[in-house]
């Protein structure tokens, strides 16, 4: 099978280079174009634009770090939307809100071609290893068409229905994911503070109910100030900021992820924001981050 793949970042390159490991056959692009070069060596051939991939390819997906972005590849000059049309599918994988996301399925459909969200549970790692959770929504015979696909990225694929439903699950999920990043923080800095180890805070919650892979993963590391990007920071605010938007289209009372939403701000103003979004914990700590851009 042959796919195009557009956006060659943290999660990008690992899914890209998972397919081909698995035997498919892949165009990449990057708007840092020289970022494709890893993928050529693993067997990828480059394209020049997104139109010139889906021009080459049945099948393109996307990975794209956030709304504008992934309306920019779609819309823009030598975008996707030069070259979709009858015979070809576009499937966005980032995590964007349900609004863009219909804006796109919109065009592409338009132009005749099929298009599908797929946006994903999992991070860097679980890219890299085909563990994903797959998040789809839109056309139905694309999303069969792309099985043998998600089999490669995924240990799970759902299919949600109607465009939106695959964002919308997407945002609900991870805007539960950084607020219990902030209870995390919150919790080592009271066990810190309060004389207790942060250290056997971790050994008892990882013994108990609220028990998880991302504090099993993530406290270790937070504990050693170590924030190596794997969900860059800047990304999960984006996710609060999306959740929360539409928490006030469906008039539900968040201030729980609001309240977390603040800390990931702070952290970005910080300069925290190409960080992991663990460095939150050093806004909770109070300690700030040593930059001071925008990110
Ligand atoms: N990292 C993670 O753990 C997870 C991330 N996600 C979601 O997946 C998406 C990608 O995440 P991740 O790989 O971590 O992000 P990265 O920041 O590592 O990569 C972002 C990608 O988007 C491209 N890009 C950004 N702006 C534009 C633009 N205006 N036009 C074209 N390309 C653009 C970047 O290109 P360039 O190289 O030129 O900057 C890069 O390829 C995001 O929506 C994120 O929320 C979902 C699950 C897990
Ligand atoms: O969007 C990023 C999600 C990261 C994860 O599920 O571990």
């Known amino acids: 099978m042959e796919v195009g793949f557009l ?8 899914m890209a280079a998972n397919l ?31 139109a010139s991939v889906v021009s080459k390819c049945r099948y393109t997906i996307a990975m794209l770090s956030d709304p504008s972005a992934a309306l920019s590849v779609v819309f823009d000059k030598d975008g996707v939307l030069e070259q979709i049309g009858s015979g070809k599918g576009y499937v966005d994988m980032s995590t964007v809100d349900a609004a863009t996301s219909t804006k796109i399925s919109e065009a592409v459909k338009q132009k005749g071609g099929a298009f599908l969200e ?10 890299e290893d085909g563990q994903l959770v797959i ?5 139905k015979p694309l999303y069969d068409g792309m099985v043998p696909a998600f089999d490669v990225l995924g240990k799970k694929s759902f299919f949600l229905g109607e465009i939106g439903n695959g964002a919308k699950m997407k945002l609900v999920v991870n805007m539960i994911m950084g607020s219990m990043m902030n209870a995390l923080s919150e919790g080592l800095c009271l066990a810190d503070k309060s004389g207790l180890s942060p250290q056997t805070l971790l050994d008892v919650l990882d ?12 406290g270790p590391t937070m504990l050693q100030g170590s924030y190596n990007p794997a969900f860059p920071l800047k990304h999960q605010q984006k996710d609060m900021r999306l959740a929360l938007a539409l928490g006030d289209e469906n008039a539900v009372a968040m201030p729980v992820s609001a309240a977390a939403n603040e800390a990931f701000k702070k952290a970005r103003s910080l300069g925290l924001g190409d960080q ?8 909770v700590k109070g300690a700030g981050g040593s930059g001071s851009g925008q990110a």
């Open 7 to 14: 956006g060659l970042g943290i999660m990008g390159k690992a």
């Open 20 to 50: 081909l490991r698995h035997g498919f056959r892949v165009t990449v692009w990057n708007r840092t174009l020289a970022k494709c070069q890893e993928l050529a060596a693993l067997g990828a051939t480059v394209g020049e634009t997104p």
């Open 118 to 127: 797929a946006p994903v549970s999992g991070s860097k790692k679980p890219a």
């Open 135 to 139: 998040l789809a929504a839109g056309d």
């Open 207 to 218: 013994l108990g109910a609220i028990a998880n892979p991302m504090f099993k993963l993530k």
């Open 276 to 283: 992991d979004f663990s460095a939150v914990y050093e806004v």
